[in-house]
């Protein structure tokens, strides 16, 4: 194992409540030892290091981001940082949901699949009679035709879907993923390459699970659900359990 390695996850002995802390950890840096192995795991030379500004994001894949000055050069870089907070070792947490007509304009959907997934979700009504329910279809009660085209579909779009659920797009995509577990007696927290969780994610079988939901590695694909019945119980999202990198 590399020094990188060993830095990678650590106890915390104050932990983390929210991404606030993580910007100020960051804007703290000269003083917080957790900021220094932070930025030595994403390969700074602390002593090269002029300044380190935090910022928090809202509403995109990155939650934070750190601008790290470097002495001499003067150069600033930019590393964006997805912040994902559990409680539960075995919890999951939602890393994107979107209605399937905003996930079409990313994926172009073919329509026949786009329809199966609607009546996936409790878009579209149920086509069969006795359905488990009456809202909403389960994966495993699609013919196995549909099945396979969904199946289909979701291998050979693999990579795109999990690198646009997990990482984003464009300038705010984010690079890297910090997972803090809060725990009785201490914080442990685990620091990632997006890449990494990409890959780490997204390994193993598209399937269809028991229950009766599409499952693409170790992520979770389901309708959303809940919501006291509201219309947005019928979007599109995607779940997996951050906790689980502790123990890759």
Same mark, same amino acid.
């Given at each position: 194992?590399?020094?990188?390695?060993?830095?990678?996850?650590?106890? +915390?002995?104050?932990?983390?409540?929210?991404?606030?802390?993580?910007?100020?950890?960051?804007?703290?840096?000269?003083?917080?030892?957790?900021?220094?192995?932070?930025?030595?795991?994403?390969?700074?030379?602390?002593?090269?290091?002029?300044?380190?500004?935090?910022?928090?994001? !809202?509403?995109?894949?990155?939650?934070?981001?750190?601008?790290?000055?470097?002495?001499?050069?003067?150069?600033?870089?930019?590393?964006?940082?997805?912040?994902?907070?559990?409680?539960?070792?075995?919890?999951?947490?939602?890393?994107?949901?979107?209605?399937?007509?905003?996930?079409?304009?990313?994926?172009?959907?073919?329509?026949?699949?786009?329809?199966?997934?609607?009546?996936?979700?409790?878009?579209?009504?149920?086509?069969?009679?006795?359905?488990?329910?009456?809202?909403?279809?389960?994966?495993?009660? !699609?013919?196995?035709?549909?099945?396979?085209?969904?199946?289909?579909?979701?291998?050979?779009?693999?990579?795109?879907?999990?690198?646009?659920?997990?990482?984003?797009?464009?300038?705010?995509?984010?690079?890297?993923?910090?997972? +803090?577990?809060?725990?009785?007696?201490?914080?442990?927290?685990?620091?990632?390459?997006?890449?990494?969780?990409?890959?780490?994610?997204?390994?193993?079988?598209?399937?269809?699970?028991?229950?009766?939901?599409?499952?693409?590695?170790?992520?979770?694909?389901?309708?959303?659900?809940?919501?006291?019945?509201?219309?947005?119980?019928?979007?599109?999202? !995607?779940?997996?359990?951050?906790?689980?990198?502790?123990?890759?």
């Amino acid at each position: 194992m590399d020094e990188r390695q060993q830095l990678g996850s650590q106890t +915390a002995r104050n932990g983390f409540r929210n991404e606030d802390d993580v910007v100020n950890k960051f804007n703290n840096w000269q003083n917080d030892a957790e900021a220094q192995i932070w930025l030595q795991i994403m390969q700074y030379d602390l002593n090269e290091i002029e300044n380190v500004t935090a910022v928090k994001i !809202f509403r995109e894949k990155t939650d934070v981001q750190a601008q790290i000055t470097i002495k001499l050069r003067g150069v600033i870089d930019a590393q964006n940082m997805q912040v994902k907070l559990v409680s539960n070792p075995k919890g999951f947490n939602q890393i994107d949901k979107r209605w399937l007509d905003t996930y079409n304009i990313l994926w172009n959907i073919p329509n026949e699949v786009l329809g199966i997934l609607k009546r996936y979700t409790g878009e579209i009504l149920p086509n069969i009679e006795n359905p488990k329910d009456a809202r909403r279809m389960f994966a495993n009660e !699609f013919t196995a035709k549909e099945q396979t085209l969904v199946l289909n579909w979701l291998v050979n779009n693999k990579t795109m879907i999990i690198s646009d659920i997990l990482k984003g797009r464009g300038r705010l995509a984010a690079e890297w993923m910090l997972v +803090a577990q809060k725990q009785q007696a201490n914080s442990r927290w685990i620091l990632k390459p997006m890449n990494f969780c990409v890959n780490f994610f997204g390994n193993g079988e598209v399937l269809i699970t028991k229950q009766g939901n599409f499952k693409i590695g170790k992520i979770t694909m389901q309708r959303k659900g809940g919501d006291n019945g509201r219309h947005t119980a019928n979007m599109l999202q !995607f779940k997996i359990n951050p906790a689980e990198l502790f123990d890759e």
